[in-house]
């Protein structure tokens, strides 16, 4: 029962990659004025490092469900403390005056929970705790994208 669920939330998560990637295209068509999310307008290179943090945390994501699949309990904690507050201690401090409190607000409360899901590892906690506790998370991330778009500008 529990591989099974753990192929289960494995093949999901591997549906919603795809569907990302896949979707570039779409959204390339797609009219921006229909667009109802806040623009975060950052210049290139800060657009850069806010694209590169969150790709760290779905690659952290990937690792956690992957160290899950192999029973490699190390391994998961180590994804999930990639994307933990130390990942985050690196964000230029010009790119905080630009985005909204509400975005960094959610970042933070993020990479917090990244932390406490690496605690959850390391002590032990169930399979079935760690993925809801993964599934709330990830719940950030889909709100995140829900609300905002990183736009590039000067």
Excluded: W
């Excluded at 569907?19 to 921006?32: C, F, I, N, R």
């Amino acid at each position: 029962m529990k591989v099974s669920s753990i192929g289960i939330v494995v093949g999901v998560t591997g549906l919603i990659m795809l569907g990302l990637s896949g979707g570039a295209l779409a959204v390339e068509l797609h009219d921006p004025s229909t667009d109802s999310r806040q623009r975060l307008v950052l210049g290139p290179a800060q657009r850069q490092m806010v694209l590169a943090e969150m790709r760290l945390m779905l690659e952290s994501v990937s690792g956690i469900l992957q160290g899950l699949a192999r029973s490699d309990r190390p391994a998961a904690e180590k994804s999930a403390r990639t994307s933990g507050m130390t990942g985050s201690a690196d964000m230029d401090p010009h790119i905080q005056t630009r985005l909204p409190r509400q975005f960094l607000e959610l970042a933070i409360h993020t990479h917090r929970g990244f932390d406490a899901l690496a605690d959850q590892i390391k002590a032990g906690h169930s399979q079935a705790d760690i993925l809801r506790e993964l599934a709330r998370l990830t719940g950030n991330c889909v709100a995140c994208h829900t609300m905002y778009r990183l736009d590039e500008g000067h």
